[in-house]
């Protein structure tokens, strides 16, 4: 009996961790695939996509529906990840940051700087290949976090007082 109940518990471990298709990409549950080979999953660019303009710009410049590519700082508020969603905002990167040294506990909700930031901020949403937002938490599959250096590639949108949100469908995480 003992041999039968560890048998069972060790197949259903192997078909938890999940099956690798052909094309080296390990299928899940979420919208979220990840390719074992490269490391990365399918929204993370493996390139820095050319062209990227700074969000204030893009703010100015950018049509409802137009392909765009940005380049900001994830940040603009206490909270800028959406909770249950792969969205968050991001801030041009001319505007200035609290440092550490000020002391302030949340550098990336630019405090000092709320007046810049209304003109500067866009909302990224990560979408699937439908345009349906993806249903993770951008943190754990794109290992970002407050204040990481993002570009960002979509389709721009624009809602009625203006506002900009992109429908990404590829992110880069900048190290510089």
Not at 11 to 37: F, I, M, Q, W
Not at 80 to 100: E, N, Q, R, S, W
Not at 112 to 118: N, R, Y
Not at 154 to 172: H, P, Y
């Amino acid at each position: 009996m003992k041999m039968i109940v560890c048998l069972s518990l060790s197949l259903v471990a192997l078909l938890a961790v999940g099956c690798k298709d052909g094309t080296g990409v390990a299928e899940g549950p979420s919208h979220n695939r990840y390719d074992l080979d490269s490391g990365k999953t399918q929204y993370e660019a493996e390139t820095e996509p050319a062209g990227a303009m700074p969000v204030g710009e893009a703010r100015e410049k950018t049509e409802d529906g137009q392909d765009v590519t940005l380049v900001g700082l994830i940040g603009g508020s206490s909270e800028p990840f959406v909770k249950g969603l792969a969205a968050f905002t991001i801030v041009d990167p001319k505007v200035p940051y609290c440092a550490d040294e000020e002391g302030c506990p949340t550098p990336w909700d630019y405090c000092c700087e709320t007046d810049a930031v209304k003109q500067n901020i866009a909302t990224v949403k990560i979408v699937d290949d439908s345009g349906k937002p993806v249903t993770q938490d951008a943190r754990e599959f794109l290992n970002v976090k407050e204040l990481s250096k993002v570009v960002v590639k979509g389709k721009a949108r624009r809602d009625d007082q203006g506002n900009l949100t992109v429908a990404a469908s590829k992110i880069f995480l900048k190290k510089d």
